[in-house]
Each structure stands twice: as C-alpha cells, then as structure tokens.
C-alpha cells in the first residue's frame, strides 16, 4: 500500500518547521507522515535534512529523504540508532534550512542556465556548493566568462520565480516546455508544476517538481567554473556560488 504524504513544501518552499503526524513505519524504519516539508531526492535535487522533535523534547535526526512506491509516498530516513516512533504521534518537523536554501537558489541557478544554454538536458544534479547541468550540444560555442555574464544579468534583474499548474492537455499543446531530453513530467493526474521566471514567465517556464527562491536576485553571485565536453555531443556545465576567480 502507497501512502500519499502532503507536500506542503510544493507551496511554500520557505516552510522551515510544521507538525505532522505519523501513519507509517516501513520495513526498513523509515518514517512517513500525513504532512511534510522535506523534499524528496528527485529531478537532480537532493533531499532535505533535518530533525523531528517529539512531544517530550527529544529529537530524532533525519539523515535523508527519498520518494517511496509512489512519487506522493515521502520517506523520512533516520540516522543511525534513532529512537523508534510509533504509528499516530504527532511531531514537529524541522528542515535543515540552510542547506535548504542553497539547494533552493542553486537550482533556480540552474533553471537560468537552461534559459542561457536553450539545448535538450541530458542530466542535471543540484548540490550546495557545486551544481552540474549536462546539455546535447554538437559544439559548444560557449565560454565560461560569457555564460557567466548573461546569468548574472539575470540575476542582477531580481525577476519573480513563482509556479502555476496546467493540465496535461496544455502540456501536450506545448512539447516546448519540456527541456529534458530523456525525462518526461509525470502525466496522469491532470496537473502539471511549472516553475516560471519572469513577468508573466518572459524568461522561462518549464515542468519542475523542485524548490526555488521566490527570485533570481536571491540566487546570489555564480559563475561557471567547468565546461566539459562529456562525449561527442554532450557538455557539462558546472555551476559554483561566488565571483569568477580571477585566474
């Protein structure tokens, strides 16, 4: 049996605590409650962290988050020798916010460099310190000190980063806004997540199930520091948080 966990953080990304009540234990102690605000490792983007404090003050680690049977399942991974928890209690969740956050602004980062570099994605993996997004392009043609410039006008703009749902009719109707050469948006239930940069989306729009800050001044000062040609059609971009070395 899947269980369906409200993802409250698909709303509110900034969502640092919330209480929740747990309706599962699954056979390898993972933790599943009604409600969450930890993001699930999915799409490049690695899952939250955090702790779970309990009705009598103490606090149980979570090492990990990862999706279960269904995407909707949330499964809350405790560290090593965690105290049990039992079906029913309710808890208050806290996110590691700081890892959050960088998480949030590298892979709105990320979304920019897909506006700059406008080719199919053949991968991507978002980190705090050193995100990669990998593109199906013949020849580069592209610089380090150009893809860097053309993002922080991007980000010196301070455009709106927000999301709307369309259905999966609108989606068929707009093969475009699927960048991802190899994944297709889960279909099916009639709702499709866009996160969108710009008035009106002007900048981008694209099916994305992850966290984001609310704009792209909040992303901060990026650069690229790789561009690697990863087979004979494939370029890997590496993005990092900071000025450009001078060097």
């Known amino acids: 049996?899947?269980?369906?966990?409200?993802?409250?953080?698909?709303?509110?990304?900034?969502?640092?605590?919330?209480?929740?009540?747990?309706?599962?234990?699954?056979?390898?102690?993972?933790?599943?409650?009604?409600?969450?605000?930890?993001?699930?490792?999915?799409?490049?983007?690695?899952?939250?962290t955090g702790v779970l404090e309990r009705a009598d003050g103490s606090r149980v680690a979570?090492?990990?988050t990862i999706t279960g049977e269904t995407k909707d399942e949330?499964?809350?991974?405790?560290?090593?020798?965690?105290?049990?928890?039992?079906?029913?209690?309710?808890?208050r969740l806290a996110i590691d916010w700081e890892r959050r956050h960088l998480l949030m602004r590298m892979h709105a980062a990320c979304h920019l460099l897909t506006v700059v570099c406008p080719f199919p994605i053949t991968g991507a993996s978002v980190s705090e310190d050193d995100s990669r997004v990998d593109f199906d392009i013949p020849d580069a043609g592209f610089?380090?000190?150009?893809?860097?410039?053309?993002?922080?006008?991007?980000?010196?703009?301070?455009?709106?980063?927000?999301?709307?749902l369309i259905t999966d009719e609108e989606l068929a109707a707009n093969p475009g806004l699927v960048k991802s050469k190899n994944v297709r948006p889960p279909a099916g239930t009639g709702k499709i997540r866009l996160?969108?940069?710009?008035?009106?989306?002007?900048?981008?729009?694209?099916?994305?199930?992850?966290?984001?800050?609310?704009?792209?001044?909040?992303?901060?000062?990026?650069?690229?520091?790789?561009?690697?040609?990863?087979?004979?059609?494939?370029?890997?971009?590496?993005?990092?948080?900071?000025?450009?070395?001078?060097?």
């Open 1 to 48: 049996m899947a269980y369906k966990t409200e993802a409250l953080f698909r709303d509110d990304a900034y969502l640092k605590t919330a209480d929740a009540t747990i309706v599962a234990v699954n056979d390898r102690g993972g933790f599943i409650f009604d409600r969450t605000i930890f993001y699930a490792t999915s799409g490049g983007q690695p899952g939250d």
């Open 143 to 164: 610089t380090k000190e150009d893809v860097t410039a053309r993002l922080m006008e991007m980000v010196r703009a301070d455009h709106p980063i927000f999301t709307r």
């Open 195 to 247: 996160v969108c940069i710009g008035e009106n989306a002007s900048i981008d729009s694209q099916p994305c199930g992850g966290t984001h800050v609310k704009s792209t001044g909040e992303v901060g000062e990026i650069y690229i520091g790789k561009i690697e040609k990863k087979g004979r059609e494939n370029r890997r971009f590496r993005i990092r948080f900071g000025p450009m070395p001078s060097t």
């Open 74 to 91: 949330i499964i809350h991974v405790p560290a090593p020798e965690h105290t049990a928890l039992t079906v029913g209690e309710q808890v």
């Open 62 to 64: 979570i090492a990990a």
